[in-house]
């Protein structure tokens, strides 16, 4: 499994947490949850497909490009509309909440770089022994 998978597989996992618990706390908001989520999710499969070693090809990630940012300003329109007559905070609170759902592949990024997902390659990893006669060696003696 390639790690943009694990990264996407994180970020639906933190979707459906983040979708849960703003349906209990925050039950009027939980679809600008579901809708960033969903979006942001889209996008990186699109992005996993498009650059593929075998069939990559410039002009197709120009325009998944312009089609993601496309995608945002859309949604962000949409909350506009929808909440632009119900007040500045519901407005304000949607938009976080929309937020935190277009970051779930961001969150996803970050967590499977922490080391509890990512272990260091064997090939880096020196010997204690090793790392001790290097620190000898670059001890000039100069204090």
Not at 3 to 10: L, N, P, Q, R
Not at 47 to 69: A, E
Not at 108 to 117: M, R, S
Request: hydrophobic residues 50%; without cysteine; aromatic residues 12%.
């Amino acid at each position: 499994m390639r790690d943009v998978h694990k990264i996407a597989i994180i970020g639906i996992v933190y979707a459906i947490v983040l979708s849960l618990v703003v349906l209990i706390f925050f039950n009027e908001y939980v679809i600008w949850a579901v809708l960033g989520s969903a979006v942001a999710l889209l996008n990186h499969g699109q992005m996993i497909r498009l650059t593929d070693k075998k069939r990559f090809r410039t002009d197709r990630l120009v325009i998944h490009l312009v089609q993601r940012y496309l995608l945002y300003l859309i949604i962000i329109a949409f909350v506009w509309f929808e909440t632009k007559e119900l007040g500045t905070t519901t407005m304000i609170h949607s938009y976080i909440v929309l937020l935190l759902g277009i970051f779930s592949v961001k969150v996803g990024i970050f967590v499977y770089a922490t080391p509890l997902f990512k272990k260091p390659k064997e090939e880096n990893i020196k010997p204690l022994e090793e790392e001790e006669e290097d620190d000898d060696k670059s001890n000039f003696g100069i204090l």
